[in-house]
């Protein structure tokens, strides 16, 4: 059996261990410590916004799970997300006792429609339901239409929280995804674009809410001498060592980002004269992806062949393809929340597969692939 190319791998830069041998011999082994402040310090220059605030911690679902606690989001309240995403999106409103409300996506960006935004926001309204807060993706590294939404968000004054995990290193308009919104949230999965084993960070726009973030995932002590709560706190921040991996990490982000773009560019030169395959790329110069994972359509109708036959081509040579996110309305475990939209996420899912994407993939690995795909077209 040939070695699994995965669809994607950690990829390390080279210091990783030097931080995490500095946290050895200062004995900061702790949720905290250098490396957490110079992760934090990395992640903000990165980001290049003025007055932006990071809070890192255990991982992106924790982010997302905090900014809605900073929304006001409680027992009952709606939230507006995507439908087409990873679970991690919706299930901290389930956490709140929250109800998700969820938005089909647009066929150019597959991140969620500006339109059904608003159809869903007034219909909410109609039923006397104001949503607290709305989550929007950046699916596979792709930016949303963050003008229409923030537009749309700022007409019914409700907060946008921007989920960034797959888009560290994208932009749009020139502008760091995760910048946006109220709140924005990133992930350092052992899959996402750069890792720290398992993490995450929540993006602020002020030090106070920074403060709030940590405070929260820190279990919420009270300033006292001894343990004193008047709030549920959390167990969420970032240990010292997995920030130490992150350090090593924020070192290589843009090489990771080159490196994953040309994998798209690999695959936009391989389908470019296969019929009825398109490959997910940015629909305007205002968008740019760090096409963390790589993705294509096919039609079955013009290819003769479904996604599902071709992960199966790619299985037997021990290459990982993966279909798109399965839409949240048409998860079991969602299905009693409300839903607005066509079909666009449901298409999308049926004839979406995410192809291995790693920055680490040589070009022995890349052949093979493209023989697989070759083959797979040709008859
Ligand atoms: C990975 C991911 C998350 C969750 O991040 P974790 O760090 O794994 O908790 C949230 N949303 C999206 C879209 C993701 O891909």
């Known amino acids: 059996m040939n070695e699994k190319i995965w669809l994607s791998s950690p990829h390390m830069g080279g210091n990783e261990l030097k931080y995490i041998h500095e946290a050895f011999d200062a004995n900061w082994v702790a949720p905290l410590g250098p490396n ?54 919706a299930n901290p409103i389930a956490y709140q006792g929250a109800v998700p409300v969820f938005v089909d996506s647009e066929p150019d960006t597959w991140n969620m429609c500006p339109k059904q935004l608003r ?41 946008v929280i921007e989920d960034a995990a797959e888009a560290l290193g994208s932009t749009y308009k020139g502008r760091a995804c995760g910048t946006f919104g109220r709140f924005g949230v990133l992930s350092f999965n052992g899959n ?35 343990y004193q709560h008047s709030q549920i706190g959390y167990n969420y921040r970032m240990s010292n060592i997995c920030a130490g991996i992150g350090r090593g990490q924020m070192e290589v982000l843009a ?29 305007s110069e205002d968008l740019f992806s760090n096409h963390w994972l790589s993705a294509i359509v096919i039609d079955p109708l013009v290819v003769g062949k479904t996604r599902e036959d071709l992960r199966f081509a790619f299985l037997k040579d021990n290459i990982e ?4 996110w399965k839409p949240m309305h048409l998860q079991p475990v969602f299905a009693d929340s409300p839903y607005y939209g ?7 899912f049926d004839n979406g597969l995410c192809l291995p994407s790693g ?21």
């Not at 398992?198 to 279990?219: I, N, P, R, W, Y």
């Not at 919420?220 to 001894?226: E, F, K, L, M």
């Not at 066509?342 to 999308?348: G, N, Y």
């Not at 920055?359 to 008859?379: A, Q, Y």
């Open 342 to 348: 066509a079909k666009v996420a449901e298409t999308l």
């Open 119 to 159: 159809e869903a926001i007034r219909d909410r309204f109609s039923k006397g339901k104001k949503p607290k807060a709305i989550v929007v993706v950046h699916l596979y590294g792709m930016p949303a239409k963050i003008d229409e939404i923030l537009a749309v968000a700022k007409e019914f004054d409700i907060p």
């Open 321 to 324: 393809s993966r279909p798109l």
């Open 192 to 226: 996402k674009i750069i890792t720290t084993s398992g993490g995450g960070a929540l993006v602020c726009h002020s030090q106070e809410d920074k403060d709030k973030a940590v405070f929260l995932s820190t279990q919420a002590r009270d300033d006292a001498p001894h």
């Open 36 to 89: 957490v402040n110079g992760f934090e310090n990395d992640i903000e220059s990165f980001l290049k916004e003025e007055h932006i605030k990071v809070a890192a911690l255990s991982a992106g679902t924790a982010a997302l799970h905090l900014a809605l606690i900073e929304c006001g989001v409680a027992h009952g309240d709606e939230v507006i997300c995507q439908s087409m995403t990873f679970s991690a999106s």
């Open 255 to 283: 090489d990771r980002v080159s490196a994953r773009r040309a994998m798209h560019d690999f695959y936009v030169d391989l389908f470019a004269d296969i019929d009825g395959v398109g490959v997910f790329s940015e629909p």
């Open 359 to 379: 920055s680490n993939l040589t070009d022995l690995e890349r052949e093979r692939i493209e023989v697989i795909i070759e083959k797979f077209f040709k008859n």
